[in-house]
């Protein structure tokens, strides 16, 4: 039968090639005369590899390759130089090499669900023209720092891995509108998710998260998904006065960071020659008490948060717990801040 449908397809010099479930255990390397193919379908067979043949498609806009049995992806796709829709969930796929995204500049849309990734190249920021990325039911421990530049990425599916952590640099994926991290052991949300001015549906369900960042609330959230989590309660508990001893480099990062407010400072124009001094300031925090910048020495701190009407959310959570800082035990024992101290679990 896919004989039968590939001399067809050559003699029609066909743009679309349907050979969904036809039991193929290879693809035959005269696929790569259709060179006029836009569309190939090759879903649900046995396929381990792809001939060197398949480089002559460069016309080919979609590819499916899903439910086979693929260890990698093939990186004869990187030829594919029109392609903008790959389907390569249900594999078994542990791999995905640089060079492949080095190669896929047009593509949009890319499924690598329902496989064995542990890691995701850093090279995946050459895909800089994908608007929509899945990698759910992985066995991703990471993601690199660099899926930051994706900046035409609408959608991040990143469900059912091993997460523990995300970079602080997602925040930089202007176009986000969905993040999709349910089923992860993620402990917390970067900050850096306060810079997604378009998130619109954000799903955490299921990880290990107790308080959300204090950006959260900037969010233009719709959809909010977050059952499962063991987050905290609005019980106040007893805590213990302490005095802190700041380091002399927090204390003179402190300094700094009082007096460059103004305009006029000195100190503000003098650090423009210590390119250095002006990246360890930048990771800055700010006191939600005395809005004083700091940088390490800190007391997390959590206040509660009614979720506003217009957001669906999927628990019966009323309250949300949202995760700020101060910058000493004075600050936390003033009166009416209404924040509670996070206790040790």
């Known amino acids: 039968m896919a004989d039968h449908l590939l001399l067809r ?18 693809v035959p390397r005269v696929l790569g005369q259709l060179v006029q193919l836009q569309v190939l379908q090759l879903k649900n067979n046995r396929i381990t590899e792809l001939p060197e043949e398949i480089a002559n498609l460069c016309r080919l806009t979609a590819l499916n390759l899903g439910n086979n049995a693929l260890e990698k992806v093939p990186e004869q796709l990187q030829h594919l130089i029109s392609l903008q829709k790959l389907h390569l969930f249900g594999n078994m796929i542990a791999t995905l090499s640089p060079d492949v995204c ?13 496989n064995m990734l542990q890691s995701i190249p850093p090279e995946i920021y050459r895909l800089q023209s994908l608007g929509y990325l899945s990698l759910n039911n992985n066995q991703l421990e990471s993601v690199p720092k660099q899926i930051g530049l994706l900046r035409n990425l609408s959608e991040l599916h990143l469900a059912g891995n091993q997460l523990k952590t995300l ?29 997604l ?41 007893p805590s213990i006065h302490e005095e802190e001893i700041l380091s002399l480099a927090e204390i003179t990062a402190r300094y700094i960071l009082k007096h460059i407010k103004s305009p006029d400072s000195i100190l503000r124009i003098q650090m423009k020659l ?23 020495m ?4 959590v206040k509660f948060v009614a979720k506003t009407k217009k957001i669906r959310i999927s628990t019966n959570v009323h309250l949300l717990p949202i995760r700020v800082f101060l910058c000493s035990y004075k600050c936390f024992n003033q009166e009416d801040h209404g924040l509670f101290g996070v206790a040790v679990p």
């Not at 080095?102 to 690598?112: K, Y």
């Not at 925040?171 to 993620?186: E, F, T, V, W």
Request: aromatic content about 6%; overall charge neutral.
């Open 9 to 26: 397809a050559l003699q029609g010099k066909a743009k679309t090639l349907n050979l969904n479930g036809k039991h193929l255990q290879r």
């Open 102 to 114: 080095a190669g896929l500049e047009s593509l949009t849309f890319l499924n690598l669900n329902n």
């Open 167 to 195: 970079p602080e640099e997602l925040g930089y994926m202007i176009s986000l509108s969905k993040l999709c991290l349910s089923r992860n052991h993620l402990l917390d949300l970067p900050e850096g998710l306060g810079k």
């Open 197 to 237: 001015k378009h998130l619109k549906i954000l799903d955490v369900a299921g990880n290990q998260i107790r308080s959300f960042p204090s950006a959260i609330e900037q969010l233009p959230l719709e959809e909010f998904y977050c059952e499962e989590n063991p987050l905290l309660q609005k019980q106040p508990v």
């Open 274 to 296: 210590y390119p250095e001094a002006r990246t360890i300031l930048s990771h800055k925090n700010v006191c939600a008490v005395c809005g004083q910048g700091f940088l390490n």
């Open 298 to 301: 800190w007391l997390e701190c």
